[in-house]
């Protein structure tokens, strides 16, 4: 009998430490978001920026729903931030697993190596904040099957689960499946953001991609940052790409800062920010739609743009009314040029602000006479040239 | 005696589960950094800094200790990237609990709520990277008994445990504490960065503080980022701060980019460097040292610093050799002025760039006669003659 009741305290004391493991966090949904400053409040430090009269009317951010393309550096601390900051509906997509050669990164764990990332990330930020409602879309979303579900998952992706998603943040790392976006989103007629970092990881940026107003990612090549390094020091060929969780944190914190003035109106959203980690430049720019486009959609929207009235135009860049900060106190003068209404109807490429450069010097594919020196480098002015000729 | 064997079942069972928890993650340590590439490989993205010729011997960090002081939205990312690029050594310091209010910003998860910071920082860390030594601080370090400790424990956290740290970075949210580490690494000649976030959590900005060279944290008033915000708009009595996960990521970002850059000797240390959310302007300038500062050891750094050669003076900027870029080849125009050498004989402090302010337009305390309108604003111009006559 002895023996049956230490076995039975072993069980309980087992059953307890397990418990311990098993109960181990988690929070209960919120039902409403409160501004009320006590320790357990999680959105106490969200809700002092409407106070503050940052934002108004925080509370709009669970209104929103944004699709995360690519959960790796950029895409989990994307994902992460959006989370923390209580967005009401994020989904994923990805079709890659966790390996240990991502710790270098935040966000994902070394226990988490071999699951796959979009349900390994959505585990952690329903852990993280029970409040927001995460899908998961595990698969390549530029393989011909692939590309509808894609298509229907962002048109469907509303907060209401009718109507479109209110942004696409794309956070791939490949030409292909950037591409696969824009064709995506100059259909549906759906504003996203680009994001980039450099294979040498010191450098990255982000692109706003408003269809038929800004640039769509098939008007010109890419544009990237220009780092100031000695083309003699570098070292790419046979190379894996690098990577760091500063450049990758900071893109990201970009990007999720421009989406957050995006989504709720305040301050100015930036159309190009990039940056420059070795000198910590951080070049602005907009970039024009190009009348000559490949893309059809992209031509459709530009049309529709072009044929809204001025006002209409501005009013399009804000949702329910005029941004809270547009005001420029201290005469700070930026790099950027932000004078996009009326240039859609040029077609040549705008002058590219210092520190930024086009990824590749080739001509657009559906230039007609391809030169035989093609692949050789060519100038900006006559990279400029070719394309007037498109 | 089959009561006896159930129970024993269900003890195994137990076990494993209980197993399963315990074990879940981690892996084992590793000897020495490999830049092999394969998915098991938690550091071969960033050896491949390296072969690509962005750092030289990326292994010297393992060679490194670093001091991170405050382990709140920024500090907690601070140490998280930290050791994620396998940092030698952190030291951690900070005296609160993690509660749900913190999360808002990364790091921290609701399960750790209530424990103490350090300690629940340093579980995670190590969880992440069981190769970084990770001490933990839990008091405060402004209280008189606590500094001395203080001293002590950035005096001998050097990774072999004999020298001081190689850097302190702090991420402390208020001005007591930073005059502390100021006091501490003028005394003990320490390079320190300082970090800051506003309380409306739309700017933040980083500071290098070299005792003697730049300007130590008593030389003037804070300088903090100017945002262009109209000040009928700001509402900040009776309000708690305001904090974003983007901007503490991003200003972690900064902060960690550039202790990399000075600890592996690559690119260009930025001695200030600011981030206005609202309009994506990072603005960037050199402070030099108040040759009537405050602090004795401030004064005593800036003397041993005019005497050395100044070929001298331009090589303790470095540890090895030369840094690898700090070429122009865009001929970018930064708005920094880097001229610290010549500077610090002058008591005049220099013209503000634009986009920066200080914190507070009071005149320093040592000030002998203060005049009765202290407390009104003043111009900026007001205040430099102010100072100039300290």
Same mark, same amino acid.
């Given at each position: 009998?002895?023996?049956?009741?230490?076995?039975?305290?072993?069980?309980?004391?087992?059953?307890?430490?397990?418990?311990?493991?098993?109960?181990?966090?988690?929070?209960?949904?919120?039902?409403?978001?409160?501004?009320?400053?006590?320790?357990?409040?999680?959105?106490? &430090?969200?809700?002092?920026?409407?106070?503050?009269?940052?934002?108004?009317?925080?509370?709009?951010? &669970?209104?929103?729903?944004?699709?995360?393309?690519?959960?790796?550096?950029?895409?989990?601390?994307?994902?992460?931030?959006?989370?923390?900051?209580?967005?009401?509906?994020?989904?994923?997509?990805?079709?890659?697993?966790?390996?240990?050669?991502?710790?270098?990164?935040?966000?994902?764990?070394?226990?988490?190596?071999?699951?796959?990332?979009?349900?390994?990330?959505?585990?952690?930020?329903?852990?993280?904040?029970?409040?927001?409602?995460?899908?998961?879309?595990?698969?390549?979303?530029?393989?011909?099957?692939?590309?509808?579900?894609?298509?229907?998952?962002?048109?469907?992706?509303?907060?209401?689960?009718?109507?479109?998603?209110?942004?696409?943040?794309?956070?791939?790392?490949?030409?292909?499946? &950037?591409?696969?976006?824009?064709?995506?989103? *100059?259909?549906?007629?759906?504003?996203?953001?680009?994001?980039?970092?450099?294979?040498?990881?010191?450098?990255?940026?982000?692109?706003?991609?408003?269809?038929?107003?800004?640039?769509?990612?098939?008007?010109?090549?890419?544009?990237?940052?220009?780092?100031?390094?000695?083309?003699?020091?570098?070292?790419?060929?046979?190379?894996?790409?690098?990577?760091?969780?500063?450049?990758?944190?900071?893109?990201?914190?970009?990007?999720?800062?421009?989406?957050?003035?995006?989504?709720?109106?305040?301050?100015?959203?930036?159309?190009?920010?990039?940056?420059?980690?070795?000198?910590?430049?951080?070049?602005?720019?907009?970039?024009?739609?190009?009348?000559?486009? *490949?893309?059809?959609?992209?031509?459709?929207?530009?049309?529709?743009?072009?044929?809204?009235?001025?006002?209409?135009?501005?009013?399009?860049?804000?949702?329910?009314?005029?941004?809270?900060?547009?005001?420029?106190?201290?005469?700070?003068?930026?790099?950027?040029?932000?004078?996009?209404?009326?240039?859609?109807?040029?077609?040549?490429?705008?002058?590219?602000?210092?520190?930024?450069?086009?990824?590749?010097?080739?001509?657009?594919?559906?230039?007609?006479?391809?030169?035989?020196?093609? *692949?050789?480098?060519?100038?900006?002015?006559?990279?400029?040239?070719?394309?007037?000729?498109?």
């Amino acid at each position: 009998m002895s023996e049956i009741s230490d076995l039975q305290a072993q069980i309980i004391e087992l059953k307890n430490e397990l418990q311990k493991y098993k109960s181990s966090g988690g929070r209960d949904k919120i039902e409403k978001m409160s501004s009320e400053v006590v320790d357990s409040n999680p959105y106490s &430090r969200l809700m002092a920026l409407q106070r503050m009269g940052i934002v108004q009317e925080y509370e709009r951010i &669970r209104t929103k729903s944004v699709a995360v393309v690519g959960v790796g550096g950029v895409g989990s601390v994307t994902a992460d931030m959006l989370t923390r900051c209580g967005i009401g509906k994020l989904i994923l997509f990805d079709y890659d697993k966790v390996e240990l050669a991502n710790m270098n990164r935040l966000f994902f764990t070394p226990d988490q190596a071999g699951l796959s990332k979009v349900e390994a990330a959505a585990k952690t930020l329903n852990f993280i904040n029970p409040d927001v409602q995460i899908l998961t879309n595990n698969y390549n979303i530029t393989t011909m099957e692939s590309f509808s579900k894609f298509l229907d998952a962002i048109n469907t992706g509303g907060i209401d689960g009718n109507g479109p998603v209110d942004l696409v943040l794309s956070c791939v790392d490949n030409f292909e499946a &950037r591409m696969t976006i824009n064709t995506a989103c *100059n259909e549906l007629n759906i504003n996203w953001f680009e994001s980039g970092v450099s294979e040498n990881a010191v450098s990255g940026h982000i692109q706003l991609l408003k269809p038929g107003e800004t640039a769509c990612f098939a008007c010109a090549p890419p544009l990237v940052v220009a780092e100031n390094i000695d083309e003699k020091t570098l070292k790419r060929e046979g190379v894996c790409a690098a990577s760091l969780p500063t450049t990758m944190g900071i893109v990201a914190g970009m990007l999720v800062q421009n989406t957050l003035k995006f989504l709720l109106n305040f301050g100015e959203v930036s159309n190009y920010l990039g940056y420059n980690a070795l000198i910590d430049f951080f070049p602005k720019m907009t970039l024009r739609p190009n009348t000559q486009c *490949n893309d059809r959609y992209c031509l459709e929207r530009q049309t529709e743009f072009n044929s809204k009235p001025k006002v209409l135009q501005e009013v399009t860049v804000v949702e329910d009314d005029t941004p809270l900060h547009d005001d420029n106190l201290y005469g700070i003068e930026l790099v950027s040029c932000d004078d996009t209404s009326s240039s859609s109807s040029s077609a040549a490429p705008q002058a590219l602000e210092t520190g930024l450069k086009f990824a590749f010097d080739a001509a657009p594919q559906t230039k007609e006479h391809t030169p035989d020196d093609a *692949n050789v480098d060519v100038s900006l002015d006559e990279l400029m040239a070719q394309m007037k000729s498109i």
